[in-house]
């Protein structure tokens, strides 16, 4: 599992938010997902853009075998927070489970591309790339992208 990185919130409710974030994250880490997940759905509707909320939500989802619903709420964090490379990291890792292969190599392409030295971005890269039946050097996104290509 990849760290959820804190963001600082302001504003009226703060508080609150913190609380049933803090909470929603005990059940998560004792292992009630069911408990973790509804909690953090009752969050999200007061408050839809969190990207620590939607990253939770998220890997409780792709635990659960749910990689469609991951990849939604991974590209709505990322759209909070594009600069984040474990968020775009987990997007690969959902759209693959997916099926969606061209679109997790593009995702793990930018993971990569945000944190170069994370070996296991690389690995996924070339792994997800390898499933278009060449040699990854050869893949379509090694061609686009020939840093990758080594």
Do not use: C
Not at 35 to 64: F, K, M, N
Request: charged share 20%; hydrophobic share 45%; aromatic share 6%.
């Amino acid at each position: 599992m990849s760290d959820i990185i804190p963001i600082k919130l302001s504003g009226e409710g703060l508080a609150e938010l913190e609380y049933l974030f803090g909470k929603a994250m005990a059940h998560f880490k004792a292992g009630r997902l069911k408990d973790a997940e509804a909690g953090l759905l009752e969050l999200l509707s007061g408050h839809p853009d969190v990207p620590d909320v939607l990253h939770l939500l998220a890997l409780i989802e792709l635990q659960t075998g749910r990689p469609e619903d991951t990849a939604g709420h991974m590209e709505k964090a990322i759209a909070n927070q594009p600069g984040s490379a474990d968020l775009h990291f987990l997007l690969g890792g959902a759209l693959k489970r997916a099926g969606r292969t061209e679109d997790a190599v593009a995702a793990f392409d930018k993971a990569v591309s945000l944190a170069p030295d994370r070996a296991e971005a690389h690995y996924n890269l070339g792994n997800a790339g390898n499933s278009f039946g060449v040699p990854f050097f050869m893949s379509p996104v090694s061609v686009i992208h020939p840093v990758h290509s080594s």
